[in-house]
C-alpha cells in the first residue's frame, strides 16, 4: 500500500519521520523543494495542492490520500475517491470544516455545544449592529481561508469597526473564556476511535497564535471526561476516517463548547511525539495502513512550546540558545527546516517534560526565555 500526503510543511515532515520505522510506502506533494518535507524524504512532487490536475496526477500515483492542509482542491478528491481511492479525511468532511459557517450549522444541527451565531457578509455587520442582532462585544471570522490566527478580528466596541474584515463571515457573540483547551480524535475506517489527553492552551498576546500548550489539563476530571464525549461525538456524527482536532472552551459558566475543528494533525498535538506511548502521527499512519491504533496514554506531564520567528527578524533563521536548552534534562526541540524566518511564523517547537506538570511548566518559562529565532 501506498499513501499519499497532500502538503510538505512542518505537519507533512513529522508523518513522514512518524512513517519511517514502519517501512512505510510514501510520497508527498508540495509546490517547492525549499519546504520542510523534502528536507528528509526523497519521495516527493513539486505541484500544487490547489490544482485540479495536479492533485488528480498525484493521487492516481497512491492508493491512500490524506493532507496536512484544508486547502486542498476537493474537486479532484471527489473524482479520485469515486475512482476508488480511499481519502483521509472524506472530501464531503473537508467542504463542511474549510467553511467555518458549515461547521457552526453542523453543530447546531446535531445539538453540539457551540456559542451563539450569525452569518453575514463583512459589510453587513454594521447593519445589524444597527438592527441589535448582533451586540458589542463579539469576535468575526471569515467563513473560508482563516489560518494561525489569520481571518479573525475581535471587535469591542465601535472603535473596532474600522478593522472589521470583508467576505462572507460568522459572528460570535464574545465568550467569557476561563479555559482554552484541545481533544484530538483518531477514527479508523472500521469505527474504530482513540483520543488523547485533553490539553490546555495559552495563546501569544498579539499573534493570536497557541504560545504553550500543557497536558493533563488543570480541568476537573468531570469536565475533562465531557470535553472527550462532545469530541468523540463530533467524531461520530461526522463519520470522519483520521484524525480530528477538536479546539474547545471552558466558559465561566462552566459549559464546554465547541471552537472550531481540523480534520488532521494538529499544533495542539506536537508533544505526542514524545509525551504519549503513541503519537497523532503514528495513529494516523497506522489507521492509514490498516493496522490497530496504539496506545494514546500520557508517558509524564508536558508543556508544548512554539518556536515564532522573533518580531523584527526576517531572512536564514538562527536559532539563539538552542544549544543551551538541550543541555536541559526532559527538553526536546524540534526545528522544522524552514529556510526563511519572518516575525511570528512557526519555526519548531519544543516539548518539555518532568514528572510535576509544575516542574515542566516552570522549565518550559526558561526555554521560551532562552531559545529564540532569528535572523
Not at 11 to 39: E, N, W, Y
Not at 181 to 207: L, N, Y
Not at 349 to 357: A, C
Request: overall charge negative; some cysteine.
Amino acid at each position: 500500500m501506498k499513501i499519499g500526503i497532500l502538503g510538505g510543511g512542518q505537519l507533512g515532515r513529522m508523518l513522514v519521520q512518524a512513517a519511517i520505522p514502519l517501512d512505510i510506502d510514501i510520497s508527498v506533494m508540495d509546490k517547492s523543494v525549499d519546504f520542510p518535507t523534502p528536507d528528509i524524504w526523497p519521495y516527493f512532487q513539486e505541484g500544487d495542492f490547489t490544482n485540479y490536475d495536479h492533485v488528480m496526477e498525484f493521487g492516481r500515483t497512491v492508493d491512500v490520500l490524506t493532507i496536512e492542509i484544508e486547502s486542498v482542491n476537493v474537486e479532484a478528491l471527489y473524482d479520485l475517491e469515486r475512482e476508488g481511492k480511499v481519502i483521509f479525511p472524506q472530501p464531503r468532511l473537508l467542504d463542511i470544516i474549510a467553511d467555518k459557517g458549515f461547521q457552526k450549522n453542523f453543530y447546531k444541527e446535531h445539538d453540539l455545544p457551540t456559542s451563539s451565531f450569525i452569518l453575514c457578509d463583512g459589510f453587513e455587520i454594521k447593519d445589524k449592529i444597527v438592527s441589535g442582532e448582533v451586540t458589542f462585544p463579539f469576535v468575526q471570522k471569515v467563513r473560508k481561508g482563516g489560518y494561525d490566527g489569520r481571518g479573525v478580528q475581535v471587535v469591542f466596541s465601535e472603535a473596532d469597526l474600522e478593522k472589521l474584515l470583508s467576505g462572507p463571515s460568522v459572528v460570535e457573540k464574545m465568550v467569557d473564556i476561563q479555559k482554552e483547551i484541545a481533544v484530538i480524535v483518531c477514527r479508523g475506517m472500521d469505527g474504530q476511535m482513540s483520543h488523547f489527553p485533553v490539553v490546555e492552551m495559552s495563546f501569544h498576546p498579539t499573534a493570536n497564535l497557541v504560545e504553550f500548550l500543557f497536558s493533563p489539563s488543570t480541568l476537573p476530571s468531570e469536565k475533562q471526561k465531557e470535553a472527550i464525549e462532545i469530541s468523540r461525538g463530533i467524531a461520530e456524527k461526522m463519520g470522519i476516517y483520521g484524525l480530528l482536532a477538536v479546539e474547545l472552551f471552558e466558559d465561566a459558566d462552566g459549559n464546554i463548547l465547541i471552537n472550531e475543528v481540523a480534520p488532521r494533525p494538529h499544533n495542539s498535538g506536537h508533544h505526542t511525539i514524545e509525551a504519549c506511548i503513541t503519537s497523532q502521527y503514528e495513529q494516523l499512519i497506522r489507521v492509514l495502513s490498516g493496522f490497530p491504533q496504539g496506545d494514546t496514554d500520557l508517558i509524564q506531564p508536558t508543556v508544548m512550546i512554539n518556536l515564532l520567528g522573533e518580531d523584527g527578524f526576517a531572512g536564514i533563521p538562527i536559532f539563539e540558545g538552542l544549544g543551551e536548552v538541550l543541555g536541559m534534562k526532559g527538553v526536546y526541540p524540534h526545528i522544522y527546516g524552514k529556510t526563511t524566518t519572518k516575525p511570528f511564523r512557526k519555526m519548531g517547537h519544543v516539548t518539555v517534560m518532568n514528572q510535576q506538570l509544575d516542574e515542566a511548566i516552570n522549565l518550559a518559562q526558561k526555554v521560551k526565555e532562552i531559545l529564540k529565532v532569528k535572523a
